[in-house]
T-cell receptor, first 116, second 113 residues
Framework: DAGVIQSPRHEVTEMGQEVTLRCKPISGHNSLFWYRQTMMRGLELLIYFNNNVPIDDSGMPEDRFSAKMPNASFSTLKIQPSEPRDSAVYFC??????????????FGPGTRLTVL | AQSVTQPDIHITVSEGASLELRCNYSYGATPYLFWYVQSPGQGLQLLLKYFSGDTLVQGIKGFEAEFKRSQSSFNLRKPSVHWSDAAEYFCAASSGGYQKVTFGTGTKLQVIP
């Protein structure tokens, strides 16, 4: 299995631009998670999908952030407009069961976003 | 509020020495407990997890963790550290079901020759 796939691995953009991060979870996994990691705030859950439906989006910082999961094999996290404080590493993770809180999460390699 | 605390931000050990990384949790009931490792430039990888039963849990790469209910702790241990163990280690907890996983702030391990 290829594991969780994220693209791009690195993204450098200018403030105000739209950024789209992509994730392909492990085939057969029912839960998908988007995290943001920064030195200041550590690892934060942004949003959690189960069977393509958002279950908990309380971690989405503000309206500039949106996430979609149109099917079981693809998810996007979009930031529009981007700001320098959005610079971070964004991780996607997936887990097999519907009990996202109890199951092992498999993390992708992350997307390092730099907003100038 | 539910929380996971890793009191040590950075730990340095000599190769071959034993290791213990501390983790304390604050949850209403015993949560599901996890330890993940993150190597530089990589995503997190599960080392081990505890749900119930035997309080000493064995994981990959020679790691083990002990759940102590009385101390609300889930400390990670390894008897002999290898240089390749240098990484950042995250303790995590969840109430299970649809509840999200809460991660600690991480402990960065440095291994010196």
């Amino acid at each position: 299995d290829a594991g969780v796939i994220q693209s791009p691995r690195h993204e450098v953009t200018e403030m105000g631009q739209e950024v789209t991060l992509r994730c392909k979870p492990i085939s057969g996994h029912n839960s998908l998670f988007w995290y943001r990691q920064t030195m200041m705030r550590g690892l934060e859950l942004l949003i959690y999908f189960n069977n393509n439906v958002p279950i908990d989006d309380s971690g989405m910082p503000e309206d500039r952030f949106s996430a979609k999961m149109p099917n079981a094999s693809f998810s996007t996290l979009k930031i529009q407009p981007s700001e320098p404080r959005d610079s971070a590493v964004y991780f996607c993770a997936s887990s097999l069961s519907s009990s996202g809180g109890a199951d092992t999460q498999y993390f992708g390699p992350g997307t390092r976003l730099t907003v100038l | 509020a539910q929380s996971v605390t890793q009191p040590d931000i950075h730990i340095t050990v000599s190769e071959g020495a034993s290791l213990e990384l501390r983790c304390n949790y604050s949850y209403g009931a015993t949560p599901y407990l996890f330890w993940y490792v993150q190597s530089p430039g990589q995503g997190l990888q599960l080392l081990l997890k505890y749900f119930s039963g035997d309080t000493l849990v064995q994981g990959i790469k020679g790691f083990e963790a002990e759940f102590k209910r009385s101390q609300s702790s889930f400390n990670l241990r390894k008897p002999s550290v290898h240089w390749s163990d240098a990484a950042e280690y995250f303790c995590a907890a969840s109430s299970g079901g649809y509840q999200k996983v809460t991660f600690g702030t991480g402990t960065k391990l440095q291994v010196i020759p």
